[in-house]
């Protein structure tokens, strides 16, 4: 069965989109057969794999809201051997436009069940809000959450936040949502402060965090420019290590 995985956190700029890229391509390039799914109206996913979010002929709006096949709108990268459904900037106006729909919440994962057995691993990645559109995310997230934490303070003061919200779906809407695992992203050894909140992220999750933690990286920063993941723009860097490393760690805990 394919397994279905959402990387949320409502802040910003904690690596959320990076990691979603990353542990798809060193997936794929590990035999995987794996899906992106672009749900952020801002389509870094997509850009970040090489697509003109401008030229997308059809994207994760027309599952969501006309219904359409997400089948018929996947882009499939020979080199990367990975595949993805874009977003596009029409996107930005499904949380508006879903909350008049039937069933508003359900759109995505009655969309995605639609591909099941045809992937071994779908990966979501949600917009930095806690909007319609995340909501969405987490109930199609059948076997977790994924949780990108950046080793920095303010990163600390969002966690509850988003336990709450994950709290309130399972209690609400989809009794079976859980958290995967948390990822420490931009970590820093050279500050206390990193190792502080590596400290602090496993007193609030504990057994709950991968060991593999992602550093500071100039070569993961600049990958996306050049539409690449990082294990073939730099697959020798040490960012390319981590990520590589915290995907076997997934395969291994999946039992893969």
Same mark, same amino acid.
């Given at each position: 069965?394919?397994?279905?995985?959402? %990387?949320?956190?409502?802040?910003?700029?904690? !690596?959320?989109?990076?990691?979603?890229?990353?542990?798809?391509?060193?997936?794929?390039?590990?035999?995987?057969?794996?899906?992106?799914?672009?749900? *952020?109206?801002?389509?870094?996913?997509?850009?970040?794999?090489?697509? *003109?979010?401008?030229?997308?002929?059809?994207?994760?709006? *027309?599952? %969501?809201?006309?219904?359409?096949?997400?089948?018929?709108?996947?882009?499939?990268?020979?080199?990367?051997?990975?595949?993805?459904?874009?977003?596009?900037?029409?996107?930005?106006?499904?949380?508006?436009?879903?909350?008049?729909?039937? =069933?508003? +919440?359900?759109?995505?994962?009655?969309?995605?069940?639609?591909?099941? +057995?045809?992937?071994?691993?779908?990966?979501?990645?949600?917009?930095? =809000?806690?909007?319609?559109?995340?909501?969405?995310?987490?109930?199609?997230?059948?076997?977790?959450?994924?949780?990108?934490?950046?080793?920095?303070?303010?990163?600390?003061?969002?966690?509850?936040?988003?336990?709450?919200?994950?709290?309130?779906?399972?209690?609400?809407?989809?009794?079976?949502?859980?958290?995967? !695992?948390?990822? %420490?992203?931009?970590? *820093? @050894?050279?500050?206390?402060?990193?190792?502080?909140?590596?400290?602090?992220?496993?007193?609030?999750? @504990?057994?709950?965090?991968?060991?593999?933690?992602? @550093?500071?990286?100039?070569?993961?920063?600049?990958?996306? =420019?050049?539409?690449?993941?990082?294990?073939?723009?730099?697959?020798? =860097?040490?960012?390319?290590?981590?990520?590589?490393?915290?995907?076997?760690?997934?395969?291994? !805990?999946? !039992?893969?």
């Amino acid at each position: 069965m394919t397994r279905i995985y959402t %990387l949320v956190n409502q802040k910003g700029g904690v !690596g959320k989109t990076t990691t979603a890229i990353n542990i798809a391509a060193f997936l794929a390039k590990m035999g995987q057969k794996v899906l992106v799914v672009d749900l *952020d109206p801002q389509a870094n996913a997509t850009s970040s794999l090489g697509v *003109d979010k401008r030229a997308v002929q059809g994207s994760t709006y *027309d599952a %969501l809201l006309n219904g359409e096949a997400p089948a018929a709108h996947i882009l499939f990268n020979e080199r990367l051997q990975l595949a993805i459904l874009p977003s596009s900037p029409a996107l930005a106006g499904a949380e508006v436009e879903l909350v008049e729909e039937p =069933s508003r +919440e359900f759109r995505l994962r009655n969309a995605l069940e639609t591909l099941d +057995e045809k992937y071994d691993y779908i990966l979501i990645d949600c917009p930095p =809000s806690l909007g319609l559109l995340t909501v969405n995310g987490l109930i199609a997230a059948r076997d977790g959450v994924l949780v990108p934490v950046q080793c920095e303070y303010l990163a600390l003061e969002g966690l509850g936040q988003l336990t709450q919200t994950i709290q309130r779906v399972q209690s609400s809407l989809f009794p079976g949502l859980k958290v995967r !695992g948390v990822i %420490l992203t931009m970590f *820093d @050894p050279r500050t206390n402060l990193s190792n502080d909140v590596v400290r602090e992220v496993n007193n609030h999750f @504990p057994g709950l965090v991968f060991k593999s933690v992602v @550093p500071r990286s100039i070569r993961l920063a600049e990958a996306p =420019s050049y539409g690449l993941p990082i294990s073939a723009y730099a697959p020798t =860097s040490v960012g390319a290590n981590a990520y590589e490393a915290l995907a076997k760690e997934l395969l291994k !805990g999946d !039992g893969k």
